[in-house]
T-cell receptor, first 113, second 116 residues
Framework: RKEVEQDPGPFNVPEGATVAFNCTYS??????FFWYRQDCRKEPKLLMS???SGNEDGRFTAQLNRASQYISLLIRDSKLSDSATYLC??????????????FGQGTILTVHP | GAGVSQSPSNKVTEKGKDVELRCDPI?????LYWYRQSLGQGLEFLIY????????KSGLPSDRFSAERTGGSVSTLTIQRTQQEDSAVYLC??????????????FGEGSWLTVV
């Protein structure tokens, strides 16, 4: 298993749809996780953190399944402005460096009218 | 400034030249990261610094790449004898401390490097 692996996408969904992305990680000792959003030619920005079983913020829900070693991001009622690349981030993904943050390859989401 | 500041924002250099990219982290942040992102690709970890500890250099792709952090603040990423495959955006980020737990990392806008 790769240290961090995301759904390849791209996801093309209509406005109002619900869409979910998964991200698997290899190090069972990883403690906390993040979802970042990256717009085209911009830097990544934090969307959500996930420390325990899950976290919800408005239309966005992040869940953590430690047994199966994956995190998910659910977006409800998609907006055009949600179109972006979504990156999952795993600390110490390789198990050898506590502070190292490994990014997944990203999942591209396009929301269309 | 309030955010992570990187310079130059854009750099075009000839193959074989050396380049230096600078990162000024958020004041008080002890952890500093460098990532590289090629066009259409994900973020590739290069190096991170945490306080006075030895940096984790495990992501540096070759010995042409080096980075230092002076006084626990400003960092410089140096690429010697640049090659065309070095063309990418180099992103710097900082966080209050390394480890990820409870920490948000904040990115600068990146230095866009083109090697011709």
């Amino acid at each position: 298993r790769k240290e961090v692996e995301q759904d390849p996408g791209p996801f093309n969904v209509p406005e109002g749809a619900t869409v979910a992305f998964n991200c698997t990680y290899s190090n069972s000792a990883s403690q906390s996780f993040f979802w970042y959003r990256q717009d085209c030619r911009k830097e990544p920005k934090l969307l959500m953190s996930v420390y325990s079983s899950g976290n919800e913020d408005g239309r966005f829900t992040a869940q953590l399944n430690r047994a199966s070693q994956y995190i998910s991001l659910l977006i409800r009622d998609s907006k055009l402005s949600d179109s972006a690349t979504y990156l999952c981030v795993v600390p110490n993904a390789g198990g050898t460096s506590y502070g190292k943050l490994t990014f997944g390859q990203g999942t591209i989401l396009t929301v269309h009218p | 400034g309030a955010g992570v500041s990187q310079s130059p924002s854009n750099k075009v250099t000839e193959k074989g030249k050396d380049v230096e990219l600078r990162c000024d982290p958020i004041s008080g942040h002890t952890a500093l990261y460098w990532y590289r992102q090629s066009l259409g690709q994900g973020l590739e970890f290069l190096i991170y610094f945490q306080g006075n500890s030895a940096p984790d250099k495990s992501g540096l792709p070759s010995d042409r790449f080096s980075a230092e952090r002076t006084g626990g603040s400003v960092s410089t990423l140096t690429i010697q004898r640049t090659q065309q495959e070095d063309s990418a955006v180099y992103l710097c980020a900082s966080s209050p401390r390394a480890g990820g737990f409870g920490n948000t990392i904040y990115f600068g806008e990146g230095s866009w490097l083109t090697v011709v």
